[in-house]
């Protein structure tokens, strides 16, 4: 059978299923031990009312001969788009219109399928630690040896190196997922003049934007920065910012200035898409009246103090920690040289507590454990 | 920029996007005009009552802190592949089991994806005239070259020729779209035969299988048949079987004999997707109940009345008619050696009814004419 070979040289488990397994091994030997997980970054507060209110009306239109609706528009119905452009980018920049948002069902899809756009052998540069899906599906499409990792260390605060020579793909992703910390205006000012210099491409993930609480010293999208829409895409999501990571919705932003990435990125849904559900689109536009955006910010809000209880008390007792400021994630350095997965395996075993190992992001992340602050309250103050 | 350079050898527009800017351009010139769709397949009737009912439930548990769930599986919530072996599976075989059913959200996002996982100069084999996908899908991963068609005649109802030669992968639909006929069990045995010689793989698109009404000349499914659970994926959807075209789930059957590509299809969306919508699996799994699956069939019964009528009205009326007795699509043979675009604007122009160019799903489509049974009933009858 001729097979995608490319396959085969992907890691053997996917970090969260690999997680999985030991915590169900652990689980199995101690069934009554109760385990606080502040590992994968999954939401656990109720959908907002407003969210709940609006889907309900879109299940009773599809039950209704007079309100059914089939198939929708492969990249979003226009009240989505619109209502994305009034509140994700208008407060922000007016570069970006309706007709350059494609929703779709998750910014996990949308990232891991971009990269068909772009030619075998483009040259791709990844952040070291990072999102493994980046890394995995240019290995999954045999770009295995056009990678170059951006080192992001410890001394410079996590933001990523530029590029040695020339690259063609740049992914990013700030609020960053796992580091927590924010790239600066002037990082990022750098990556923008590379990638017109160079003709690059920037594939920006900012999925995490609605936890930034320092607008004046990162962006809450890439088209704040003069320049980025003749070199940037942009992917958002609704997971983390209305607690949609069971129910599914995403945009990808992609500026008509980069024209054949956006006449590409038109036609691969009509291909292989058919559209987001049209209960969760009605959803998705309800975050952004006044009381859903209300709603949602409480739900962030919340997870916001977690975040920044955990990198308090940690701080307090002495550990070294980043992040958890404009991020829901905290970056904490392990003591004594400790491996990232020996500290999970003794986290897990002595205290029933799930984190993430920072190897799992890539090497740059061994010596690092990633907390998250998406967990219930009072857990998370136990757990810490 | 370094761009994926098989975009460009697609065919400048998608079949549906010309059909809908002719249609766009006849209403701007007649906006009086009601115009009649029997073109794209897209159902009219609304949600059944269970998936209403189930989805409502749904939709309240999401808004409940004790109900609520954030990600689910990649590839589905076991209620969901449970049911979904016990209503489509267990009625004709027993080979299938829950771990080998991957829920999507759309058979056009499967059967345009799994492609990804041969190699790039693998054979394939599509028939001629097909749903446009398989193809589109192999011409932007490249395999413009390697790919073989399968003439689909008249003169033998428009079942597929076996390919001649070594192919690795074969696309096969049944009941077909586009052109309505079903496979009988000899000519399914003879491809799995071949695949089997081969070490080819058959993806059978199954999507239409609700709408047979000779289980003893067609499969329901292909795993009836022996050894089909050795060579072959299928592909199915909640689309035209319970109206989801606008909900959005489908499902993928992988059997583990299949061992590498069960493996490859369990660690796709583990990179690349994040399962279906809590919300649209449980209304897929109301369908399967006692009260859904009763009221499905009324619907589909309601398509297969209008498909019948219009196969009987047109063959009454002298014209050459292929399908609708297993399908919900018929298939006019054009009278005068009139071309399926001039026939589609003629149709347009003078009747304002819609279908589908024939020569839209390959080149032996030409000289035939796609209607749906998919429209309302009084509409479709004053068309014909």
């Not at 031990?33 to 239109?61: H, N, Q, R």
């Not at 090497?363 to 990633?370: D, L, P, S, T, Y």
Request: proline residues 5%; contains cysteine.
């Amino acid at each position: 059978m001729k097979l995608n070979p490319y396959y085969e040289t992907l890691p053997e488990n996917y970090l969260f299923a690999e997680i999985r397994r030991r915590v169900d091994a652990f689980r199995a030997a101690a069934p009554d031990k109760k385990i606080i997980s502040l590992g994968i970054g999954d939401v656990t507060l109720p959908l907002a009312p407003a969210a709940v209110e609006a889907m309900t009306v879109a299940v009773a239109e599809m039950g209704n001969a007079a309100t059914f609706r089939g198939y929708g528009p492969e990249d979003g119905y226009a009240f989505l788009r619109e209502a994305v452009v009034r509140g994700e980018y208008l407060p922000y920049t007016d570069k970006i219109s309706p007709d350059e948002i494609f929703i779709s069902d998750g910014s996990k899809c949308d990232v891991g399928n971009f990269q068909e756009l772009f030619s075998d052998d483009c040259k791709i540069a990844i952040c070291d630690p990072v999102y493994p899906v980046y890394l995995d599906s240019n290995l999954m499409a045999g770009r295995g040896k056009n990678i170059t990792l951006l080192k992001c260390r410890e001394e410079n605060n996590f933001m990523p190196e530029l590029p040695e020579g020339k690259v063609d793909v740049i992914y990013l992703c700030s609020p960053n997922n796992p580091t927590g910390t924010a790239m600066d205006f002037e990082t990022l000012a750098k990556f923008i003049d590379y990638a017109r210099k160079n003709e690059a491409v920037i594939l920006f993930d900012g999925a995490y934007s609605a936890y930034i609480r320092h607008p004046e010293r990162t962006m809450h999208t890439i088209y704040q920065l003069p320049g980025a829409d003749e070199v940037a895409v942009e992917f958002k999501s609704f997971s983390k910012t209305a607690g949609f990571t069971g129910v599914r919705c995403a945009f990808t932003t992609v500026p008509k200035k980069l024209s054949k990435l956006h006449r590409y990125w038109t036609r691969r849904p009509c291909t292989k898409f058919n559209g987001v559900s049209y209960i969760v689109q009605r959803g998705a536009e309800a975050i952004y009246t006044t009381e859903g955006s209300a709603q949602v910010k409480k739900s962030v809000d919340y997870y916001m103090d977690n975040a920044n209880f955990i990198r308090r008390e940690l701080a307090g007792h002495g550990f070294t920690v980043f992040g958890g400021e404009d991020a829901p994630y905290v970056w904490l350095k392990l003591p004594d040289g400790l491996s990232s997965w020996e500290f999970f395996d003794t986290l897990l075993n002595k205290c029933a507590v799930v984190g993430t190992p920072g190897v799992g992001f890539g090497q740059m992340g061994e010596g690092f454990f990633r907390l998250t602050g998406f967990g219930e309250k009072a857990a998370t103050c136990e757990a810490v």
